[in-house]
Nanobody, 122 residues
Framework: QVQLVESGGGLVQPGGSLRLSCAVS????????MGWYRQAPGKQRELVAI???????NYADSVKGRFTVSRDNANYTVYLQMNSLKPEDTAVYYC????????????????WGQGTQVTVSS
C-alpha cells in the first residue's frame, strides 16, 4: 500500500556532491518521521540522519556538517544532500519512513526504500 522509491545514487569523486531523493506514495494518513540509513559492504546498516515530524533532525557524527536532510511535506518526499563526500561514505543508502496509514491510522509502522548505491572513488 505504501511505496518508497529512491533515486539519485551514483559514482562521484572524493569531495563531490550527490543528492538522494525518496518519494513516498500510497495510503498515508500521517508521517511520523523520514530518514536515511546506509550499509557498506561487510558492515551493519547504520543511521545517517532522521527527521521526526515536528522535531529536531539527528545526524550521525560521521556526516555532521556535510550531509543535510530536507523534506517536501506536500509531496511526501525526503532528500539527502551529501557534500564533501569521502570514500568511506560508499554504501547502499536506504530511506526509511515511519507513518500511519489511512487503513489503520492508530498503528505506527515503517517502510524501507529499495536502496541506492553511492560510490565515492577517484
Amino acid at each position: 500500500q505504501v511505496q518508497l522509491v529512491e533515486s539519485g545514487g551514483g559514482l562521484v569523486q572524493p569531495g563531490g556532491s550527490l543528492r538522494l531523493s525518496c518519494a513516498v506514495s500510497g495510503s498515508i494518513f500521517r508521517i511520523n518521521y523520514m530518514g536515511w540509513y546506509r550499509q557498506a559492504p561487510g558492515k551493519q546498516r547504520e543511521l545517517v540522519a532522521i527527521m521526526p515530524s515536528g522535531g529536531n533532525t539527528n545526524y550521525a557524527d560521521s556526516v555532521k556538517g556535510r550531509f543535510t536532510v530536507s523534506r517536501d511535506n506536500a509531496n511526501y518526499t525526503v532528500y539527502l544532500q551529501m557534500n564533501s563526500l569521502k570514500p568511506e561514505d560508499t554504501a547502499v543508502y536506504y530511506c526509511n519512513v515511519g507513518y500511519r496509514s489511512t487503513t489503520r491510522p492508530a498503528v505506527s509502522v515503517s517502510s524501507w526504500g529499495q536502496g541506492t548505491q553511492v560510490t565515492v572513488s577517484s
